[in-house]
């Protein structure tokens, strides 16, 4: 980055991309090959030492174009942008959101390794957590808002397996009901057991609900930032991808094991997310400023039970440190209890104009759904009530649309409960 340029905002439009080389097009063009020719047989072996990992780059060395499974221009220049807002040594990006955080879990747990991981998850985190890892003979302890460092130690400790500490994966703030994690203290738990083990333990932070605008997990204290790209990454509800950021060590181990699971996501994918980041900060902007407006108006209707918003913390309240502390905004994720039932949630959401009733999040427009039966159905329904993901739990994503709007259309759909 220019040193002129402090903003990444400011970078993507051109950041990683010499028009020069493209026939002086403006834009990147879609890169729709397979394959890239090598000067030489000697270019050829170098790049694929550096692909396979047998040898480092040199420092001024660069991994050329070898086949689209491992690199294309359109995922190097998407990385090198994405890179930036987290401000990460490198990026890799996926086809799906659970195609990042599945292959981030493969590389770094082993049999008899011990996962400690945040609850909630989102559901098809928790499914491959609770039902595909113990197959593998990896071992798992779910930690929740109310423990404190010294309880996570002592259920670590617990567990038989502190030995084998792996990994600590956390998603803050949760899907879908924005509970907080603190990730510095996360992050300290995983250096105190790397140090008395002699053992990596990666500190890994899904911080799709934050971003990369209103939170940066590396800047305190994660190893690794994972986002399922197709929410505000990709931010117009018309592509699938996830992303993982973080230092050059852990992403070259990362990239390494996405060329054998070929789990890359399209050139004509990695275009589309070049477009979407133009605008990622102006679209962000707007959904949080829409999302307080609608928040607080939640706040206010007699049918509704509870609303569930960083936003609305006020100090001294639990979590409200934590967010002060390591988010910037409160985000555009609004969760809330309606007064009654499923059949009520069910008759809002089925009297909704303006919002669709959808799943996914982070894009232009506003979607509501129902995580108990929908997004978290697979979540164990003990679990779901402890985590207060009840029937009567709508969740919303705000869009970018007039906030008057939005918040007629939630009017007139509860008035229909």
Not at 163 to 183: C, G, H, Q, S, W
Not at 318 to 332: E, F, N, S, W
Not at 333 to 358: Q, R, T, V, Y
């Amino acid at each position: 980055m220019t040193k002129t340029i402090k903003n990444p905002e400011s970078h993507m439009m051109t950041y990683g991309y010499k028009p020069e080389l493209s026939e002086g097009a403006i834009k990147c063009p879609i890169f729709q090959t397979s394959t890239f020719v090598f000067k030489s047989a000697e270019e050829g072996k170098s790049f694929f030492e550096i692909a396979y990992g047998i040898r480092e780059k040199d420092p001024t060395e660069e991994l050329g174009l070898i086949y689209s499974r491992i690199n294309n221009p359109n995922l190097e220049i998407l990385e090198n942008r994405l890179s930036l807002w987290d401000k990460a040594d490198d990026c890799a990006v996926f086809e799906s959101g659970m195609s990042a955080i599945s292959t981030v879990l493969l590389e770094f747990l082993k049999p008899g390794d011990l996962l400690v991981y945040s609850n909630p998850t989102y559901g098809g985190t928790d499914h491959f957590i609770q039902h595909l890892l113990p197959t593998l003979g990896i071992h798992t302890i779910g930690i929740y808002t109310d423990d404190t460092k010294k309880s996570i130690i002592k259920k670590i400790r617990a567990s038989g397996h502190s030995k084998r500490l792996a990994m600590m994966y956390v998603e803050t703030p949760a899907n879908p009901n924005n509970a907080l994690f603190d990730i510095e203290m996360i992050s300290e738990i995983a250096k105190e057991f790397e140090a008395n083990n002699k053992k990596q333990v990666v500190t890994a932070v899904d911080n799709t609900y934050m971003g990369p605008i209103w939170q940066h997990p590396l800047e305190i204290g994660a190893d690794l930032t994972i986002y399922s790209a197709t929410k505000y990454l990709g931010g117009h509800s018309d592509l699938i991808a996830g992303a993982v950021m973080g230092s050059q060590e852990l992403m070259t181990r990362v990239k390494v094991l996405r060329t054998f699971l070929g789990n890359m996501i399209s050139p004509n994918t990695a275009w589309l997310m070049l477009r979407s980041l133009e605008t990622l900060k102006l679209r962000m902007d707007k959904q949080c400023e829409n999302a307080k407006k609608v928040a607080q108006f939640l706040t206010t209707h007699d049918k509704v039970e509870k609303v569930y918003y960083l936003g609305l913390l006020k100090d001294g309240e639990k979590g409200y440190d934590i967010y002060k502390k390591q988010c910037t905004q409160p985000g555009a994720m609004i969760s809330f209890d309606i007064k009654g039932k499923e059949k009520d949630a069910f008759n809002f959401l089925n009297h909704l104009k303006l919002i669709k009733l959808a799943v996914s999040l982070g894009s232009t427009e506003s979607l509501a759904q129902h995580p108990s039966s929908m997004t978290h159905i697979g979540v164990d329904p003990e679990l779901r009530n402890k985590l207060n993901i009840s029937e009567k739990m709508v969740r919303m994503s705000i869009g970018v649309e007039n906030p008057d709007d939005i918040i007629e259309d939630i009017k007139q759909a509860l008035e229909e409960v």
